[in-house]
């Protein structure tokens, strides 16, 4: 239904172009095929557009797949208006979403290099009206969503303490809140070291670290282990490929970021054939 | 109701963090300002966030506004819990596109330089799911819509007519094509200065140059000149901000890309403070 | 799912006759077939009705296709409860939707009877709530529509001109608008021979001349073609398949109509018959 | 909602025409007023399409008032681009639905002209995707719905009782039919006085006459008032303004009809002009 | 679609839990039976719930069966994963609305064993949202709706009455009412006899007792048949299946309740095993 | 919009009874007060019905008040048909949504009257179709939502880990699982205190008892504390308002429980009277 509206969105009424070419209505075939190793995603959302103009298809690589340049992830068969009426949507869904996924897998692979038990997490700052198919990009990519919105989980930021009264306020107020949400953790988000310290101290099951540099992760992690505290240590801000394994190394149990959500979408080679 | 779907989607039932924090309901403001020059876009979307949350909303830059670092583009006041549970939706929207309806500017500013009579249009390969938004937020930064989707133009890709049995016999069909839609200027894309002037002379409306250099760029342009040949050239394929000005230069009536929009999301600072 | 709105708005809960009477379940066949020549409209989406009461289907005759009285275009086998569930919101499909494809293939009769290379288009004055089966009947009948809405093409009305300052206002502009546009066919409507002719030496694409006799149309045809002008004429207003032949002699390239959208649904026999 | 997918069918993204143009910004007005008496319909749809277009609007005539020609009906203020935005979706509504309801209007004038106590129902044939506007329209007029579908009521067909073993079966149930649904009366359409007779007699409450000319609908009348039979007598199958009052004076309680759904819109001045 | 949106809200992303686990991925079988005699609603649906997740599901008895514990009703083949994803939308599916199939049989079995020709019909108040499957309860467990909405029949409370002037005034109204609307039954709430006398002296249709007692009900009963009075006798308010043969014995025609809506949901088991 | 949709149900077209009987027009007032002491639920719900019909509203009471027997909850001024359309839509929403609430608001009382630090948590089964809703009402209660769906939480119940091969797999793998969710709680569920013991050894965050009476729960409580183990403890299975005070007492964190969505609506008086 959600890819019945996308498909309508892009041809709402006939396909001019086939309309005034006279194509002999003999079964075509249209591949499509990665021009860059990637992480597939959404080849199901790409196959059911084709489903819904009635070409057969066949999905060749599942969502989550590493696949190399030129290997088929997708084929349909139908008229040959058919197929020009589902290629470009089936090609969007596979070109924006594949990315997120590879940039998902990059980000995962060089944080897991270098720090086993360590989970890189999606915020929500993908782009508007994307939400469903960016998380099931993230988790094609080997990530997890880091909150899926404000009404599953409990994180604090400073536009929240500073209305409290400040952080210290908000210290004082953390066992009660804890006790108010016992199936859930508590996450507090900080920008200094000190903050987390206080804040590790005051109860908090998890501290945000935003925008630190990776040293100053390490600092929170030995302090924190050397006071033989638990508190969870996720890194925000400006987490990325380049440097997730350094915030990796630095301690961090979970990288917050945004990044794979924006970027030049995957290259994809789309042919059309007769059969 | 778009909008909701998307307040919806962040909150889809309580705020779980306003839930356990005891926020005296006197009213607060919540402000928006960039932290970078840019193209305003979605401040009427962002506002009607507010809105829906029953905060009232003040749009001081409208959608297509050229904003200085730190101008204010939205405000609201309302209740600590109603300004939390609109923040990010707010804050996604100007983000992502502001920053489709910033690049766009930018582009355009480089095109328009070099030529005036230009025109910089975006593409169909938008994110899936942003396709109104996307389109606003060009039209904010001065481009126009390519084509909407298939039903409304006719544009003639190698796809099509290596199914009919090359350009050559495309070519012998256009004055038939023509008139099928005498409303419509016909468009075939090509990917060499032969096949452009091959195709111009057998009459199409418009030229669409796929990934060729500014150089046959103007090859083509000089020669349909020579030739008394009033076809519309339309570069496309890895045209931006930074080669505009060569694609205008050399000749090019319209530049299509999908370039603006795809790429970091803008940087807006928010607020939250007791009024 | 259009069409499960279509049936759930004839059956929202169940069906109380059938409810009420005690039918052997044993399978029947209900068919459909005109009472008069027509060219069939939403056989397609007639058999989906079918399809969501979990009966079997039979298209007979696709969309587009011209049949004879009594020959058969949709049959369907299922319960007797499935087959009256179906029965009204499948006829009133085929009834509506057939007609107007009936109404344009008349026209383009007669209109391509008289000049070869014409088309006949239909405008957005379709009843509110129809607009996709409508412009797919009218595509079935032979025609293509005018414009699909705002967003996808450039018409300038009197209503438009006349906030400007007046036809000769808007002629000073035609080749600034032009440039906007580079992609798109301006059209501009006008009332009168001497207000066509100074439309079209501004340069204008297409002139719509609304309302006015074919002999004024033949008028402003010999008149731009005896001043070499190509612009494209569209007749509009009033325009029907009493008269399309006469508009058509008097050159108009295009037809535009809201003629075909209305008048009395195509009259077919349903019968329902145990098997 | 309904009213605002109207809106975004004709104007999805931007309207390129007022793009083009180069309006002043300043107060236009826009108004409706009929070229021809008429009962009007839709004012306060057509009046929302300007609402969400954010121009003031002022709703002269309400749904269901008879007008004169060039009586003002809906005017709306704001600028060009607001005003031209709506102004085609705005008409559509008023020239569609107030053509039913003046169609409607007719037939009860010349039914109840002819027989005090009658009522002018409407069938569920309107087209497909207007039934809420087609029965505001309907009620507007002067009628009421026949049947909303098939879950409100019970009418038995020949297609039904032909499966059940022909009519004099269903006499038979009939009895147990009525008391299966106390809370319902029990319609039969028949197509011969015989079989009028013979279901009255059985325990009908309605008898629905198809296609039977007036002096058979007289017949029945007669007969059952001869027999003390208080049975409803409703007429269907081609009834319209024409022979609405020659069924009246007949003996008919109902008039069944889908006359009213279909024919030429009515016609609408509508001028847009400064303030 | 109905379904795909209950699925979305329980699992709007990923299924967590799963995502964690390490399952083997072959085939398992989750299989539902009642640990109670009821009548089985909703296997349909909840069918439906793994069919959109892609597992073959086997329907056992249909919506409408009387089933005895431990007897299958639905059983489905997949993943681990998929089974874990459906298995709480099915079981809510199953367990609400048999509870409402089944507390309806219970009454229809008390009043018709009481009275054989009487009617359970179920009102409008069932919970906001479940309309359609409410009343697919209802009609599975053998009741009928009293009304669907206030479009379709005719039912005068007090509320009405009072603000006409009061039950006589009504009264007076009545046949004038009748006629306005053949094809409809007319029904009159009252609470007391003698009002229920007079309204049924006035020529109601069907006379609604709020909330009297069977001897009430029996004491207008037998003063309308000593009246010779056809008038259908409806009691509601607070009927349900401990008096409802009490109700029935007394004469009533039709039981109006909304008892069987709220209650105890059905008691299901669920296991999910390797196969 | 949700609203709207209910709304619509009820009075899918006009209201018949409005329709037929005559009213003056002058405006009247709806009053909407419970006959019983209750926490209101859905009273800006109540009002958004009347908004739409365009009556004024005045909200008393606000979702989570707690009211005595005939205190004004609700009030609206408009037509008697716009107080006739809403009413019963409007009284749908609070009478059954507040019983939720209410029902809620005792079942916290007991427990936080026994035990402080307790929190009342409802599950996900909640009648198909109105989770919004019953969410609200729950948290108006005082109560928080157990967890929103599959996707925003880990719960391992024994239909997961005898997949997996039994408990004890499961406890073995627990150290891993809570690692891959460093931001989630985990929960196992089990059905004896030996179970209990053994998965909170292995380190879950919380363990949830389904179906254990008062006395196990205590037993698991005092044994975790001897062993200086903080696990959270969920009691399951049967809590209601009548033996919430015991689990409390036994030691229980948190009661997850389904029984306040189910039962009895709360009941409301409302009275229409002209003003």
Known sequence: ???????????????????????????????????????????????????????????HAASGSHVDPESPVLSARGTPEQLHKGWKAAQNLLEHFSAIA???????????????????????????????????????????????GLSDSILIFSNHYDLLGGLKTLCGMLPQIRKRCPEKKVTVEVESVGDALMVAEAGTDIIQLDKLPPSSVHEVSTTLKSKNLGTIIAAAGGINADNAADYAEAGADVLVSSWMYSGRPSDYRVTIRKT
Request: charged share 25%; proline share 6%; glycine share 6%.
């Open 1 to 59: 239904m959600e890819i019945a509206a996308l498909l309508r969105e892009d041809v709402p009424y006939m396909d001019l172009t086939s309309s005034v070419l006279d194509f002999d209505p003999a079964d075509s075939e249209i591949q499509f095929r990665p021009k860059e190793p990637l992480t597939v995603c959404c080849s199901e959302e790409a196959s059911a557009v084709f489903d819904l103009l009635g070409a057969e298809t066949t999905i």
């Open 102 to 148: 590879t940039r998902t897998t990059s980000m995962v692979e060089h944080a897991v290099g270098a720090r086993k038990n360590i989970e890189v997490c999606g915020t929500r700052k993908h782009l508007p009206g994307t939400k469903q198919l960016s998380l099931k990009a993230l988790c094609a990519g080997g990530g997890f969503p880091h909150r899926l």
